[in-house]
């Protein structure tokens, strides 16, 4: 029987022929298969010929450990998102998530024969049940020792120490201390610190002197690998939209900084102008008391006696609703939006880390692209050629990659100092900028509060005097 082109007339065929046609094709699969195979296995120790020929050379050039995987197509990137770095320890602070600080009772320690008077306050964790005394010096110590140290973070801004010691100064320094030791409590990193925990906690001041100087024995890291975070990784990788956030970060803090000085400026003329009208009705009091004091018959009279006594009254009650006013602006707001600035000023230090490492990095990438451009000039090719010749220009990159790896190391770790900071100052913005305006809608809050409470109690106090005015006539 003639059986049809490749099988179409299959129902007719026999058994016996269907057995025959089966072994015939499975007999051509065989060898099919074993002739790939034996490519497959030909292409497979090839390979493996070619990568120990290249570990051979990578071993012989002192290569490092760390190479990327695809050296030429994009020498400059890093694929590591994070860096490993060292883990912040684990104090008590960190099982409470809202931590309040107070500080009180500023005092002058008077000093002897051979020491000076200093100053001293008590400051008390209530979430802790800790209260210790501490002197100025001791603040000072504790910012300088966490700047020192944590060159990742934004240290809170601290009133600069003088010589004079003064009580009333020391009052308005309260509110500033208190604002930089619970900023220093809503910092992630900062907050979970040895040396923060111990100035809460040692109550003696013997012990406390001996903490610090240990402290003070510690070794200053400066590598981004010995920072320390909470979670012990720190982001080195950036994209051009992190950059641009930086440059539009920059040039806001700049114009802020010109928006505070204003704003505090209008604070001091709005000061000046409740405490002169304080004064001129003040000297109107005075004024009404010499002319009672000349026509002795009409002053002797109850009518008139009632009418100068409610209005001297009246008086006094504006007057010192002025100065609850002046000191409650000042409290408030001069001072709140004094701290504000300083914060922002804090960042002007890393800003300077951000550039100087920005630059750094450019430098050695513009360089790094100059010499391959040289280097393709000197084979007459370039990047275009890749479609044409994909093969040859690998090895031309891997080639070049040899000779320039040094150089590749150096641009590698530009980028990932350049990255660190960068990502920390953006970091440390949005985190101040979110807890500045938290604080803001509070404290603009209890202003608006407190001062609608004065002017209630004046005139009611007003429409009392009033009330007796009427009564007389």
């Known amino acids: 029987m ?262 505090l400026y209008h604070f001091k003329i709005l000061l000046m102008d409740i405490n002169l009208v304080s004064e001129k009705m003040n000297e109107i009091a005075n004024i009404w008391n010499e002319l009672f004091k000349q026509k002795e018959e009409y002053y002797e009279t109850k009518f008139a006696s009632e009418i100068y006594s409610s209005y001297n009254i009246i008086m006094n009650q504006w007057i010192e609703l002025q100065n609850s006013n002046s000191e409650l602006i000042k409290k408030s707001l001069k001072r709140f939006y004094r701290y504000i600035k300083e914060s922002y000023e804090c960042f002007k230090p890393l800003s300077l880390v951000v550039e100087k490492n920005k630059k750094n990095y450019y430098k050695k990438k513009d360089k790094l692209s100059y010499e391959k451009e040289r280097y393709y000039a000197k084979l007459n090719r370039n990047e275009k050629d890749k479609e044409d010749n994909g093969d040859n220009l690998d090895i031309d990159e891997l080639q070049f990659n040899k000779i320039m790896i040094n150089d590749i190391n150096k641009l590698n770790e530009a980028k990932r100092d350049y990255g660190c900071y960068l990502n920390i100052y953006n970091y440390e913005y949005v985190r101040i900028i979110d807890l500045n305006d938290v604080k803001l809608k509070k404290n603009i809050g209890d202003f608006i509060k407190e001062l609608s409470l004065q002017l209630s109690n004046f005139i009611s106090k007003l429409n009392e005097q009033l009330s007796i005015i009427e009564s007389l006539n």
């Open 2 to 263: 003639k059986k049809g082109k490749n099988g179409t007339d299959l129902e007719n065929w026999s058994l016996q022929e269907l057995i025959i046609a089966t072994d015939e094709f499975l007999k051509e699969d065989i060898d099919i298969n074993s002739e790939t195979k034996n490519k497959e296995e030909d292409n497979k120790q090839n390979k493996n010929e070619n990568e120990n020929k290249k570990e051979k050379e990578q071993k012989q050039d002192n290569n490092p450990e760390k190479i990327e995987q695809k050296e030429g197509k994009n020498i400059s990137e890093h694929n590591d998102n994070n860096l490993q770095c060292c883990t912040i320890e684990k104090t008590p602070i960190r099982k409470i998530n809202e931590l309040k600080i107070e500080v009180k009772n500023p005092k002058i320690e008077k000093g002897g024969i051979f020491s000076f008077s200093y100053s001293t306050y008590i400051v008390c964790t209530p979430a802790l049940n800790f209260e210790v005394i501490r002197r100025h010096d001791d603040f000072i110590w504790l910012y300088n020792i966490l700047k020192n140290h944590f060159v990742n973070c934004i240290v809170p801004p601290i009133v600069k120490k003088k010589d004079i010691v003064d009580e009333n100064k020391m009052k308005k320094k309260l509110y500033f201390l208190e604002q930089f030791l619970n900023d220093i409590a809503k910092h992630p990193i900062l907050r979970n610190c040895e040396y923060f925990y111990s100035f809460l906690a040692i109550k003696d001041e013997k012990d406390f002197t001996k903490a610090k100087n240990e402290y003070d024995k510690n070794q200053i890291f400066t590598n981004i690998d010995k920072f320390k975070t909470v979670n012990g990784e720190i982001k080195v990788t950036f994209t051009d939209d992190d950059e641009q956030f930086y440059k539009n970060i920059s040039s806001k803090l700049n114009y802020q900084e010109t928006i505070y000085d204003k704003l």
